[in-house]
């Protein structure tokens, strides 16, 4: 079967020298459509164009005039659009036109584009130097002075892919024309050429039910979308290439040559059940529970719009918790299982903790869990230790992992994976598990990645106490492979998955460049007879912005002097995505739905 040839749209050409550069680059496997903004009759005086022209159509490739680049769809039927690529080089809408107006252009062009472009396809942009407004330009202008083209793509749901330098002297033939084929050029010393793929959509965000077993019973929890929606990429099956499933693979293959690893198929709920009340809803994920028997009094949560629409159900809160670590059934792993000598037991599976906003520091993340039986001695515990940064050593070969002996609980920080401390053991973190990576930011990070504890029972029915190795699979998979933010780890672009095909493990190559942020601040009273913590405010934002905002910083704290209860708060919120087309009016319009979340749930006055 022939091949068909991939089709390439030119738009705002000029004497059309760049059209024959391409086909004369890429003629036998490209079929070139051209168009100019100009009628034929204006170049029916240009000797250069003309022939330009005439090689083209004498090629077999397309030319036509008088095309408005913000409005393709017009110009070519459905059954002749799904261009692979589209070129725009060094557009501008007149000299008199002023920074704005060229702006408006970028901004109507890829709009225009998502109407014709396949599925798959790009779009080139050719921008002199220092137009662009990206870190590429040297040197950067401010801002406010640039095109925003990464911006302005963003308002069509289209991310900025890469970045090349355009080399006049590697565009064999062109000759760059000035603003409707004048005869002054732009200047083309350090200009960039600009790549642009369409991202993967937003996806609305409503909290929603999902049924489980839970000690016996039938339950239905309602469950924030951004969880629920992640809790279904089984992340870790046996079909997946993900790299969380990788580095676990890999950690059992490296514990497994100094033990007898018994990998768990058992599976445990997403909720438990605090008996003792001990838990925090300010550290973690507290979820309203429905059973099957009505006899719990409803009460309605304002952490969960539209509780109250199901009549049929009746919801508890206060009890129910979305697990913080796979440690919260560890009596119950180990009460029903025997450990040979020198056996691990390994489990893995999710995890969630409420935290505040970083791309550093994710809420929810693949937990690997080892558990050894000790002994009188204490052979196994080091044997087990040492094996352990063998084995992180080996995977992360260019960071450094270090353990920091822990004399005492150590404090919770956002690095920490919460342990809980509370059932018939008790839990003595003895090491810190660390990783520190080059290359986040152009800084090293520390990430804390897993604790290694002791487990003392509490009850006489089991006899044995043992060694708990608790690991962050996201942070790591992180870390060995210089992924700079968590939420990649979960978004849905095939780019994504397709790097580590395979099972492989290497360095990821972002496919979302410079990707636009957006601040925002937003003042608030805070009520005088409610506490406010602020981890309140970062989870109501994470869950009202999709998990776009970024960071939230405390700008003002201000105290009325006539009423000193009166407290009035500033924060200043960064949204940004990085693998998605975050555009300023969503980025707005989240904000203005957070401002009323945080006057529903928090009873706060907005300023």
């Known amino acids: 079967m022939q091949r068909q040839l991939a089709r390439f749209l030119l738009v705002g050409e000029g004497n059309f020298s760049f059209s024959v550069y391409l086909y004369k ?77 060229n702006r408006e252009l970028l901004a109507k062009f890829f709009c225009s584009c998502a109407d014709v472009l396949a599925e798959k396809g790009d779009v080139h942009v050719a921008l002199c130097k220092g137009q ?25 749901g289209f991310i900025l892919s890469g970045i090349e330098p355009f080399n006049i002297r590697d565009v064999d033939g062109y000759q760059c024309t000035g603003y409707r084929n004048r005869d002054k050029s732009f200047c083309l010393e350090g200009a960039l050429n600009h790549i642009f793929t369409r991202s993967v959509p937003f996806l609305p965000s409503q909290p929603s039910v999902c049924k489980m077993e839970l000690e016996g019973e039938s339950v239905s929890c309602q469950i924030p979308q951004m969880f629920l929606e992640k809790i279904s990429r089984n992340y870790l099956g046996i079909h997946s290439k993900h790299p969380v499933r990788t580095i676990n693979e890999k950690l059992m293959d490296g514990l497994g040559r100094s033990f007898a690893v018994q990998k768990a198929n058992s599976s445990f709920p997403l909720v438990f059940k605090d008996r003792t009340a001990s838990l925090s809803s300010d550290a973690f994920w507290m979820v309203p529970v429905a059973k099957s028997h009505p006899e719990i009094k409803f009460l309605a949560s304002r952490s969960y719009p539209g509780t109250d629409e199901d009549q049929d159900l009746s919801w508890t809160l206060g009890q129910y918790y979305l697990r913080p670590s796979l440690l919260v059934f560890l009596h119950s792993i180990v009460k029903q299982r025997d450990f040979p000598p020198r056996s691990l037991l390994a489990f893995s599976g999710l995890a969630f903790k409420k935290c505040k906003i970083s791309v550093h520091v994710p809420p929810i993340f693949h937990e690997a869990l080892f558990i050894c039986a000790l002994q009188e001695d204490v052979e196994d515990a080091q044997l087990l230790v040492e094996s352990l940064m063998a084995t992180l050593n080996s995977l992360l070969p260019s960071s450094e992992v270090k353990l920091d002996s822990l004399n005492q609980e150590p404090e919770i920080s956002q690095q920490d994976i919460f342990l809980p401390s509370y059932g018939p053991f008790l839990l003595s ?89 957006y601040g925002h601040n937003i003042s608030f009273w805070l009520p005088e007879a409610e506490t406010f913590r602020e981890i309140q405010l970062h989870t109501i934002a994470r869950c009202v912005s999709l998990e776009t905002v970024v960071s939230i910083q405390l700008l003002d704290r201000y105290r009325h002097p006539r009423a000193p209860h009166a407290t009035s708060l500033c924060y200043r919120l960064t949204y940004q995505s990085c693998d998605k087309a975050l555009s300023r009016p969503l980025a707005a319009a989240m904000q203005m739905s957070l401002r009323e979340e945080l006057q529903r749930s928090l009873r706060v006055v907005v300023r």
């Open 25 to 101: 680059a890429r003629g036998c496997d490209t079929h070139i459509i051209a168009t100019c903004y100009g009628s034929e009759e204006s170049i029916s005086e240009q000797a250069f164009t003309k022939s330009n022209v005439q090689f083209l159509r004498d090629k077999g490739a397309e030319v036509y005039f008088s095309v408005n680049c913000t409005k393709l769809k017009e110009y070519f039927l459905p059954a002749t659009r799904d261009f692979d690529r589209i070129y725009f080089n060094f557009p501008h809408c007149g000299k008199k036109g002023g920074i704005k107006k």
């Open 132 to 156: 662009g407004g990206t870190p590429a330009d040297l040197p950067v202008r401010e801002w406010h002075n640039s095109w925003q083209v990464a911006e302005m793509a963003a308002e069509a």
């Open 429 to 517: 973190p003895k090491y810190a598990v660390s990783v520190s990576c080059q290359g986040f930011d152009s800084n090293p990070k520390e990430f804390r990645v897993g604790t290694i504890s002791t487990v003392r029972w509490q009850l006489s029915s089991v006899h044995q106490n043992a060694l708990c190795v608790s690991l962050n699979l996201d942070l790591l998979a992180m870390c060995a492979c210089d992924i700079f933010d968590w939420r990649m780890l979960w978004t849905s672009d095939e780019r994504f998955a397709g790097q580590f095909s395979g099972g492989r493990l290497g360095v990821f190559q972002n496919f979302s460049l410079h990707p636009p942020a």
